[in-house]
């Protein structure tokens, strides 16, 4: 999960495994949700969104899972391969009313093991 | 192909060098933002703006300024360098209220000051 200690939280798992990163979310009045992907070397790039009305989403080898009442996210990466190893935020914004900024999280490092 | 580009990949500048980090995006975003990434530490988010010639102090505004002059031009500007604002350096837009509210990211400049 997510950290606010200055040692970033690591992942490890063989190729072909599933992967779940998890986050707690800080706001409980957010209502849209993001996860990102960052190579090292890289910006962060998007991989899946999922507004406070729904549970689960599923893209491409992704699901992302939201859990409102205790404030968590899921991101399953199905089948992870090499290229999956990156470090994962999640990202969270209150879009009804006055609209803020999105809030990172800290990031998980994942790595894949051949 | 849609994309947040950053002028400078790497950077090195000498203490108390005035630093200029430009960011152009092709989007017709309305708001644009720059974050530092530390290790342990995440995005921190320094300045953002939502409109041409309009800017906020994000959470670490302290030795930074910005200036917007065209919608698609955010630039940063390091008024005296010191080391301590040796980071990744990463710019990022967003359309705002139009439905999306995710951030399309530079690829990032990695400024070492010495």
């Known amino acids: 999960g997510e950290s606010v200690g200055l040692h970033l939280p690591t992942l490890s798992v063989q190729e072909g495994d599933n992967s779940i990163i998890n986050c707690a979310y800080s706001n409980s009045a957010s209502d849209y949700f993001i996860w990102y992907k960052q190579e090292s070397g890289k910006g962060p790039q998007f991989i899946i969104d999922i507004r406070s009305n729904m549970d689960k989403r599923q893209g491409q080898r992704v699901t992302v899972l939201l859990n409102k009442t205790v404030k968590h996210l899921s991101l399953q990466i199905a089948a992870t391969q090499p290229g999956d190893s990156a470090v994962y935020f999640c990202?969270?914004?209150?879009?009804?009313?006055?609209?803020?900024?999105?809030?990172f999280g800290k990031g998980t490092k994942l790595s894949v093991k051949p | 192909d849609v994309k947040v580009t950053q002028s400078s990949r790497y950077l090195v500048k000498r203490t108390g060098e005035k630093v200029f980090l430009e960011c152009v995006q092709d989007m017709d975003h309305e708001n644009m933002f720059w974050y530092r990434q530390d290790p342990g530490l995440g995005l921190r988010l320094i300045y953002f703006s939502y409109d041409v010639k309009m800017k906020e102090k994000g959470d670490i505004p302290e030795g930074y300024s910005v200036s917007r002059e065209k919608k698609e031009r955010f630039s940063l500007i390091l008024e005296s360098a010191s080391t301590n604002q040796t980071s990744m350096y990463l710019c990022a837009s967003s359309p705002g209220s139009r439905g999306n509210y995710g951030y399309t990211f530079g690829s990032g400049t990695r400024l070492t000051v010495v």
């Open positions: 990202a969270e914004i209150r879009v009804g009313g006055s609209q803020g900024n999105l809030i």
